[in-house]
C-alpha cells in the first residue's frame, strides 16, 4: 500500500509516518519500480502499535523499546513491565503537578474581583517574584 493508504488506514500524517522511518521505528518500506513507498501489512501492524503506544503517552524511546521487546515472544514481561511501571509513574506525578496547577490558578481567579485591568490581582500576582 502507499502512504496515503497507510495514512488513512492508521489515522497518522504522511509526514509523521515519514518522521518513524527516520527515527527507525517504522522499518524502511520497500520502493515500486515508479520510486513510491511500498508498505506491507507489517508495516501497518507495526505503525498501529506506535500510534497506540504514543497515545497512551510513551516517548519515542519507550515505544521504541516495546517494539523491540514485542519481537522476543519467548522473553518474560519483565521489561515491558518495567517500561509501563515507570510511565504510570511519570503519569502520577503529572497528574499531582496539574491538580496543583488547577488550585493554583483557582486561587488567582477567586483573587480578582475587580472590573478593570489596573485593579487586577491576578496580573499584580503574576508580576511579583516566585516564591
Known amino acids: 500500500m502507499r502512504i496515503g493508504e497507510l495514512a488513512k488506514a492508521t489515522g ?4 509523521t509516518i515519514r518522521y518513524y522511518e527516520r527515527e527507525g521505528v517504522l522499518p524502511v518500506a520497500d520502493r515500486t519500480d515508479s520510486n513510491y513507498r511500498d508498505y ?7 505503525l498501529t502499535f506506535v500510534r497506540r503506544a504514543r497515545g497512551l503517552g510513551f516517548n519515542m524511546v519507550q515505544v521504541k523499546e516495546l517494539l523491540m521487546l514485542s519481537d522476543h515472544d519467548d522473553k518474560p514481561c519483565e ?3 518495567q517500561i509501563v511501571r515507570d510511565h504510570l ?3 502520577e506525578r503529572k497528574i499531582l ?7 493554583e490558578l483557582g486561587q488567582l481567579l477567586h483573587s ?4 478593570r485591568v489596573g485593579e487586577c ?9 516566585m516564591r
Do not use: F, M, N, Y
Open 79 to 81: 521489561d515491558v513491565d
Open 89 to 91: 509513574e511519570d503519569v
Open 97 to 103: 503537578d496539574l491538580q496543583s496547577l488547577h488550585g
Open 112 to 115: 480578582c474581583r475587580s472590573d
Open 12 to 15: 497518522t500524517k504522511a509526514e
Open 40 to 46: 506491507s501489512d507489517s508495516h501497518l501492524a507495526t
Open 121 to 129: 490581582r491576578i496580573l499584580e500576582s503574576l508580576a511579583r517574584p
